[in-house]
């Protein structure tokens, strides 16, 4: 098993994913469902093992991205709700309904077809109803009560047709996670709240009603309502800007690599593609195989550090696809094929995912996700190995 580390590979730490749900249940209003974003083969992680440990964890429902990855979940023999946030071809009805899985309804257009499509194989939809209240993507747009409550009939005309049940109604925070958001989040609130109040009193209520991701979770106790829907927050990654510490959420992921060569040069040696990086001084180089082609940024050229026995090394020069070059001469007893930390905690230092978003000028959860299929991933329960996936093997 270790065989399939010695390049380059992640690290799940299963019983981290496990504190991290732990702490968010105590988060959570007393009664509030938990879906467990899993999205984008779980944020890198991995979908398998993670939605499992988060089932198993405490997770009450699942959210997905699309069709393809609810279907993935249920291959595991997995039965609780699984709500797909994004667009399925109305065509699929009937594999929606079959295998369980709930659908976003977002305008009258698509709700309609997906109907058709349903009362054509004589199936009914499970569907939450989405409502743009500032977000500008999907959603029935409602982002003035009084100009539009033309909506609200909309709705309620979908929600009536019979080929659907309308479990749940939500909407989801654009500036939730910034600094000065507050405001225009209290004010997409108080619109979905408007207009679940208007469809009640036209007869039409819900089940669940949810609003929260990860950093509305944590900033705005009182808009739990049914259920709310963490994603970052769950794999150890704060949200964006919204610097708020509520609970110790401990990283899930480390992405480690080895020293594939070692080479002493003279000062004023060029290193990389375009002699972007010259030696000021002599130094002992390290190639590292791992770059852009597993998920390790471009940007982060010239920029950021790696571990080697607990030291800070820099970057020497630009990431290639394949390769990286670092300055080892600050690190003692480096070898050819030892371990090199790229993202987690060696000792006393650390690199987060967050200070590699901040040098390239990307976010966290780009880091997380861009960690690419032919990294394998292994996964720790108890301090030791339990499992490792290798994509490329597995194909």
């Known amino acids: 098993m270790r065989d399939l580390l010695k390049r380059t590979w992640a690290e799940i730490n299963l019983d981290a994913l496990h504190h991290n749900i732990a702490a968010f249940r105590e988060i959570a209003t007393h ?27 405490g997770a009450d429902r699942f959210g997905v991205s699309n069709i393809e990855e ?28 079959y295998n369980d899985v709930t659908q976003t309804v977002f305008d009258a257009g698509y709700g309609k077809k997906l109907a058709e499509s349903a009362e054509k194989a004589g199936v009914v939809i499970k569907a939450h109803i989405k409502v743009d209240t500032g977000m500008g993507r999907l959603g029935f747009f409602y982002q003035d ?10 709705i309620a005309s979908v929600c009536a047709l019979p080929s659907f049940y309308a479990e749940g109604i939500f909407t989801h ?6 600094e000065g958001g507050e405001t225009f989040t209290k004010c997409q609130f108080d619109l979905f709240s408007d207009i679940t109040e208007r469809l009640r009193a036209e007869g039409v209520s819900f089940k669940i009603r949810h609003c929260c991701n990860s950093a509305a979770s944590l900033r705005f106790p009182e808009m739990h309502l049914d259920m709310v829907r963490p994603g970052i927050i769950l794999y150890g990654l704060y949200p964006s800007a919204c610097g708020e510490r509520i609970k110790p959420f401990k990283p899930v992921l480390e992405l480690k690599t080895v020293v594939s060569m070692l080479k002493n040069v003279p000062e004023g040696t060029p290193v990389s593609y375009g002699g972007a990086a010259v030696t000021d ?3 002992v180089l390290a190639t590292l195989p791992i770059g852009y082609a597993d998920g390790y940024p471009r940007l982060l050229s010239n920029k950021a550090d790696m571990l080697v026995n607990g030291k800070r090394c820099k970057i020497l020069g630009r990431v290639c696809m394949d390769q990286t070059v670092i300055d080892t001469s600050g690190a003692k007893d480096v070898k050819d094929g030892g371990t090199v930390t790229v993202l987690g905690k060696e000792g006393d230092e650390i690199i987060t995912a967050e200070e590699l978003a901040r040098k390239a000028g990307l976010i966290n959860y780009e880091i997380a996700c861009a960690i690419s299929k032919r990294v ?13 996936v290798d994509y490329i093997q597995e194909m």
Do not use: W
């Open 145 to 154: 009560s009084g100009r539009d409550r033309e909506t609200v009939s909309q």
């Open 70 to 97: 609810a279907l993935q979940i249920r291959r595991l023999g997995i039965k609780v709700p699984i709500l797909v946030l994004g667009y399925t071809p109305p065509e699929k009805a009937a594999e929606l309904a």
């Open 31 to 57: 009664g509030t469902e938990i879906m467990a974003v899993v999205k984008a083969d779980a944020y890198g992680h991995g979908f398998e093992k993670t939605v499992c440990e988060m089932l198993c964890s």
């Open 173 to 178: 925070f654009a500036k939730a996670d910034e």
């Open 376 to 388: 394998p991933r292994a996964y720790i329960k108890n301090g030791k190995i339990e499992d490792v």
């Open 281 to 283: 001084k002599g130094c």
